[in-house]
């Protein structure tokens, strides 16, 4: 597997799509610090870390307000073919601002508003709206 992050993603869009309760996806440290944010953000309901033989499992539980997901999309920016990257001052709004874009900082992973308060860019992980 090439993007693991795109990976992820696509699990929980496509878990969205057919109304799945939970979805597990292979563990690793950047993928529990994306899920704890979209947990902190109240965007999924539920993080649950599973350990197996090798890297444990993340079993994150989805969100649904009337039957409908509380995530409308899931966007994945920097990739491995294209990094992208944001300075401080020039950090992404998503959708107005209703949105959150997710970077990869010095500091640890964070949401952009978090990132722009601390004065700290790095690469855009992805969007979440």
């Known amino acids: 597997m090439t993007d693991p992050i795109a990976d992820m993603l696509t699990r929980i ?3 969205l799509t057919v109304k799945k309760e939970k979805v597990e996806i292979p563990a690793s440290n950047m993928k529990k610090a ?3 944010i ?3 953000e109240g965007y999924i309901s539920g993080v649950e870390l599973k350990e197996n033989d090798h890297e444990g499992v ?3 539980t989805l969100k649904y307000a009337d039957g409908k997901p509380v995530i409308g999309g899931l966007e994945r920016v920097s ?3 294209l990094r992208t ?3 401080a001052k020039t950090m992404p709004k998503v959708l107005g601002g209703y949105g959150i874009a997710i970077i990869s900082t010095n500091k ?3 949401t952009d508003k978090k990132a722009k ?3 700290v860019g790095g690469e855009v992980l992805c969007y979440v709206y």
């Open 13 to 15: 869009r496509n878990a």
């Open 117 to 119: 308060a601390e004065n």
């Open 108 to 110: 640890g992973i964070m």
């Open 38 to 40: 979209l947990l902190q």
């Open 85 to 87: 990257y944001s300075g």
């Open 34 to 36: 994306i899920a704890e």
């Open 58 to 60: 993340i079993v994150v």
């Open 79 to 81: 990739k491995p073919g």
